[in-house]
């Protein structure tokens, strides 16, 4: 799965540990979620979704889109 | 929210460490430096202080002495994959089966060798299957690790 979590966080300026400190997980989550080597849960994805404020779909691309 | 947040997150922009993973290292080592501790200072004291060749019935609790902080080491590891995050408790736990794995066939070769082979196992066998579990949980947590 894609995702624009990396886009979204540089355009607002945050560093990787800063996203884990507001998602509540470590900055090795982050930079695995941002290099596609960890899909993260439905919650995790939820809270990503809310904490950027966009839709879960336009930040999360399945492979095949 | 995103501009409280925007505020709260630029504090920490160019630290390394978030404040997540310091939490969760701090909480461990203060549960588990204890148990460590612990378990030195107990098996040191039943080293030092028994002398198993001449002790009675007695010598089977002292023994079992050290166990007492292992346990706690052992609610320290379980409290911290409590705490660690999905990603961290997913590559933990995936390490952890593999020590298990690599433990139990020890343990089963062992096994067959002091059955089967009559071969004396009582003295070395549990620390070869202690020491292969927890090393082939290392290697696969570090493993692990280097994927991120």
């Known amino acids: ?65 | 929210m995103e501009r409280d947040l925007y505020v709260d997150v630029m504090r920490s922009t160019t630290e390394e460490t978030s404040q997540f993973d310091r939490s969760v290292r701090d909480a461990y080592l203060r549960e588990f430096g204890p148990a460590l501790a612990g378990y030195i200072v107990t098996l040191s004291a039943v080293l030092v202080f028994v002398d198993f060749e001449t002790a009675g019935w007695w010598k089977y609790p002292a023994a079992l002495i050290p166990v007492i902080p292992c346990l706690w080491g052992v609610r320290a590891v379980a409290r911290h994959i409590g705490r660690i995050d999905e990603m961290q408790r997913d590559r933990l736990l995936s390490a952890l089966g593999v020590g298990f794995g690599a433990a139990m066939a020890a343990a089963i070769t062992l096994g067959l060798l002091g059955t089967m082979a009559t071969l004396d196992t009582t003295r070395w066998g549990p620390w070869v299957i202690y020491g292969l579990g927890m090393g082939s949980w290392g290697i696969a947590g570090m493993r692990n690790s280097a994927w991120q």
């Open chain 1, 1 to 65: 799965m894609n995702n624009r979590v990396r886009e979204l966080r540089s355009l607002r300026g945050w560093s990787q540990s800063a996203l884990g400190d507001a998602l509540g997980v470590s900055r090795q989550t982050v930079n695995a979620i941002e290099n596609g080597r960890y899909d993260p849960s439905l919650p995790l994805a939820f809270t990503i979704a809310k904490t950027f404020d966009e839709p879960i779909e336009a930040i999360f691309i399945p492979d095949d889109e």
